[in-house]
């Protein structure tokens, strides 16, 4: 079936599916219907835009994907922010509440918690001041954007339907806004991360440091960096360390914990919360087809409708040369996040270094550096709370301990330098060598950057601003330790790079990416397992001159290389003197020996596999972080897996080695844990199942993907949400996928040979379940069609013309 058919049936059987739940609701129905059509965007025609200079045609695809053709790009940025708003403004309103915390003001008390921790950054100054901060012809050009925002928005004939819904009115877009949608980037891809120091801290106060740095490893065996150089785990602490027998000297946790412990074993198969990662490589020239380059990237992120990226191509001339870009935007900023400009393609992966401090303030030193800051947030059908927030010259007040200490947040996102549009400045980048300092100085949340060029070389570096400092630490340190104060950020220059490799390729996936010196540039925290990276590592190794079809097969690979260990393990417990003891668990054995080794939605294997680590994992870390949740009673065992990703280092030694001290003391032997945990898992399957092996790993990785409003929709909210299905792929391998989280996009491309490259999107352009282009694409996404970069044959046409002409 075509891949227009495809969208065809997928399309016609959500309409019917509203619809005949819409005959229920008739009238209501059909003025949310009148409502839907109304707010569409213009896809044909002529029209007037104040401020256009010139002539722009926005041509679209099937797929609506638009290219702009602007004689300049001052013009071609008024397009863009045209094409945002008509399309996605509410999806833009959303980033710049998310930031400044005005959810609540539209959605209701059900957010003011989302509110008050976007408060403590106050970014809305931040987004001022970065304004103020840009060059003139930065600032003409982005608000150049807001102008064509406005225009846009201004051009539909009813608002958004999500304001509809939600009975609201859209503000107007104002330039500092901009800056907003790259700090809610900042919360989206950092935000979290001063939650797992707090953590930490409580760990470091209740065991003994040894057991922390056990539990809290700086790497694994499975670490795959670029420069090869491993780190030597800490070593287990032995009985006179820390034993959990003498900790619990015979006592039994308390009720309130014996609860949680037995909540932790509910079959959510959630060990960790998802990473905001993603994949990208890149191999030169000397080991492709063309000579040239190849560029591969997918970025995982939260999936909702609309996808938080959209699809452009735009150009313009400028000193008798023609710019063409293609790839995708963020709505809300004027320029191409990832994508190619002919000359050069590039990707990101998010970094996962550390960017922030936790300083204590001594109690007796806090009351003079303390200052209030009263915060009104409104709230939608509710009057509006007060909200005080505690600041210092460091940062604001994150947490008091029990003794009266402040602990104090610095973050890079608290400063106006932490976001320009610096990005821009690589539109015209003609290599690598010259675009990588165009990067460092392309300044939002910090990123891996994988570049190639027409020439064939390629490279690897960071972008946002990178603090200078000569420690990084996780830990809270005294906020006057000269050791750990950070002085400005560093210059292009000091930033790590890496440039044509002997290996001919270059990849990152979010883990340990340097050794040394240039990780305590990027930090040594909270990197995700290297378990991605190596398989990716691995497949790049042992290619011979890939296409872009071997690249989307590797952003696909579902194979578990990971978990292979755990099935050798699991099959080593249930050995025969096992299962004469448990013989229920036969179907169990047979079914894990037979594991094809794949994380396919069909496959009982993987699922057992993987469940199986899931609940020895919380068994064994409930019992040793015991002490820890009954001091603490408002933390659990999810806040260490939060912590770490790499906690199968420790994991994988305890398992091995079963050290009788720091053994649940729930559970008489590591066996008995092992056996508590393959009964319950066998159990639940036969009881919700039937039968083992009628348990799927798709029934527990189901895809779901929602619009933020369709909840407020009583009896037709599906209709603006993708139908729940089960999905290959999983974590710890290159197809990420779990329920609401995966690859954002998929593309590879060569520079200069952009008709060959691929690109995939979840959900597609629309916004607007009304569109003729609702869900395009999504199912070449899910199957993983391949499916052109480029944009195909127009198919809608529409002119922008300066505001003298008439249509």
Do not use: C
């Not at 990473?275 to 380059?293: D, H, L, M, Y």
């Amino acid at each position: 079936m075509s891949t227009k058919r495809k969208h065809s049936t997928l399309k016609k059987a959500l309409l019917l599916s509203g619809l005949s739940t819409m005959v229920v609701a008739s009238s209501t129905s059909y003025w949310l219907w009148a409502r839907l059509n109304s707010a569409l965007p213009l896809l044909n025609g002529e029209i007037t835009i104040p401020h256009v200079e010139h002539e722009v045609v926005i041509d679209r695809d099937r797929n609506g994907l638009p290219s702009i053709v602007a004689q300049t790009r001052t013009d071609a940025a008024r397009a863009m922010g045209f094409l945002h708003a008509q399309e996605r403004f509410f999806q833009m309103d959303f980033l710049r509440r998310k930031a400044s915390g005005e959810l609540s003001a539209l959605f209701g008390e059900s957010f003011i918690q989302a509110d008050k921790e976007a408060r403590l950054h106050q970014f809305k100054r931040s987004a001022q001041q970065a304004y103020n901060r840009l060059d003139a012809a930065h600032k003409t050009l982005l608000d150049a954007y807001v102008e064509g925002v406005n225009a846009g928005l201004d051009k539909l004939s009813s608002v958004p339907f999500e304001y509809t819904v939600l009975k609201a009115t859209p503000s107007p877009w104002q330039a500092e806004d901009s800056f907003l949608v790259s700090f809610a980037m900042f919360m989206e891809m950092q935000g979290r991360d001063y939650h797992n120091a707090l953590y930490l801290n409580k760990l470091q106060q209740t065991l003994p440091q040894a057991l922390v740095d056990f539990l809290v490893p700086l790497g694994t065996s499975w670490d795959q960096p670029l420069d090869a150089q491993h780190i030597a785990s800490a070593p287990m602490p032995d009985a006179q360390v820390y034993s959990l027998a003498q900790s619990a000297q015979g006592e039994q946790p308390g009720l309130a914990l014996q609860a949680h412990q037995q909540s932790l074993y509910a079959l959510t198969l959630t060990d960790t919360p998802s990473v905001a990662g993603s994949n990208n490589w890149a191999v030169s020239g000397e080991n492709t087809r063309s000579g040239k380059a190849l560029v591969a990237n997918d970025m995982h992120l939260n999936l909702t409708i609309p996808n938080i990226w959209y699809r452009i191509e735009y150009s313009w001339h400028e000193a008798a040369h023609t710019y063409k870009l293609t790839g995708i935007s963020l709505p809300g900023l004027p320029m191409l996040i990832a994508g190619s400009n002919q000359h050069i393609a590039w990707g990101f992966t998010n970094s996962m270094g550390d960017w922030s401090d936790l300083l204590r303030i001594p109690a007796k030193q806090s009351q003079a550096l303390v200052t209030q800051v009263t915060h009104q947030i409104a709230v939608k059908d509710a009057a509006p709370i007060e909200y005080v927030v505690d600041m210092t010259p460091y940062g604001p007040v994150v947490e008091r301990e029990d003794n009266g200490d402040l602990l104090v947040l610095r973050w890079v996102a608290h400063s106006p330098e932490a976001v320009n549009l610096g990005l821009l400045a690589v539109e015209q980048a003609s290599n690598v060598a010259a675009s990588l300092p165009l990067f460092n100085n392309a300044h939002m949340t910090h990123l891996n950057v994988v570049v190639g060029d027409e020439q064939g070389n390629i490279g690897w570096t960071m972008l946002g601003a990178l603090p200078n400092r000569t420690h990084s630490v996780w830990a809270p340190v005294a906020y006057d330790n000269e050791q750990y104060q950070w002085s400005g950020f560093l210059d292009s220059a000091d930033y790590p790079k890496r440039v044509n490799p002997e290996s001919g390729f270059l990849f990152t996936a979010n883990a340990r990416v340097v050794s040394g010196d240039e990780l305590d540039l990027i930090g040594r925290e909270n990197y995700a397992l290297g378990a991605r990276a190596h398989q990716i590592h691995d497949g790049l190794k042992v290619m011979h001159k890939p296409s872009e079809a071997q690249m989307l097969r590797t952003q696909l690979d579902s194979r578990a290389i990971f978990l292979q260990r755990w099935q050798y393990l699991l099959l080593s417990i249930l050995d025969e003197a096992f299962m004469e003891k448990h013989p229920e668990l036969a179907e169990y054995r047979e079914i894990v020996n037979n594991w094809n080794g794949k994380a396919l939605k069909g496959s009982t294997g993987y699922l057992l596999v993987r469940a199986f680590r899931t609940q020895v994992a919380r068994r064994v870390f409930a019992g040793i972080l015991q002490d820890v949740h009954e001091q603490y009673p408002e933390s659990s065992v999810f806040d260490y897996f939060s912590l770490t990703s790499q906690w199968e280092g420790p994991l994988w030694k305890l398992v091995n080695e079963q050290p009788e001290h720091l053994l649940n003391t729930q559970f008489d032997s590591w066996q008995a844990l092992y056996a508590d945990a393959l009964t319950f898992l066998n159990s639940h399957f036969k009881n919700t199942h039937g039968a083992v092996a009628h348990a799927k790993w798709g029934d527990y990785n189901k895809v779901a993907i929602s619009n933020p409003v369709a909840g407020r929709l009583p009896l037709i909210g599906t209709f603006f949400n993708v139908p729940e299905y089960g999905a290959d792929g999983d974590i710890n391998m290159p197809l990420v996928q779990e329920q609401g989280f995966g690859a954002s996009m998929r593309m590879g491309v060569t520079p200069g040979e952009e008709h060959k490259g691929f690109f995939h999107m979840p959900v597609g352009q629309a916004s607007n379940p009304m569109s003729p282009y609702w869900l395009a694409g999504h199912q070449d996404w899910q199957e993983g069609v391949f499916s052109s970069f480029l944009p195909q044959e127009t198919e809608y046409s529409l002119k922008l013309l300066p505001a003298e002409r008439k249509e």
